[in-house]
């Protein structure tokens, strides 16, 4: 799954929705059920999202949405293979790329 975010400091909850095609409802269900989402909150009480929060999105959206697990079976994957996931996810983002560059190149010709 490619996430089309720009490069910032702090993503706004629709934001974050927008990029990973959810509610923004979804996206406060699982920041109260993964700890590893951690988002700051400015004065108004808005939640501020990181980059990290961002790349732990996209962990718990591999599993729960892409790879069907249940969120407790999700919540059991990140304590027992945390950098397994991490890593199998930057793998396909890019195989994803050079998928895309290749048919880009495909096009071209």
Partial sequence: ???????????????????????????RFWEKE???????????????????????FKLIFNLVKERGFTLEGAKQKLKKNPEGIVNNIEIISRLEAVKAELLKIKNQL
Avoid: C, W
């Fill in 34 to 56: 993964f700890a590893i989402i951690k988002p700051k909150k400015n004065a108004k009480g808005n939640r501020l999202f990181t980059q990290d929060d961002i790349k732990n």
């Fill in 1 to 27: 799954m490619h996430i089309d975010l720009p490069e910032k400091r702090y993503y706004k909850i629709g934001e974050v929705a927008k990029a990973f095609s959810v509610n923004a409802s979804l996206i």
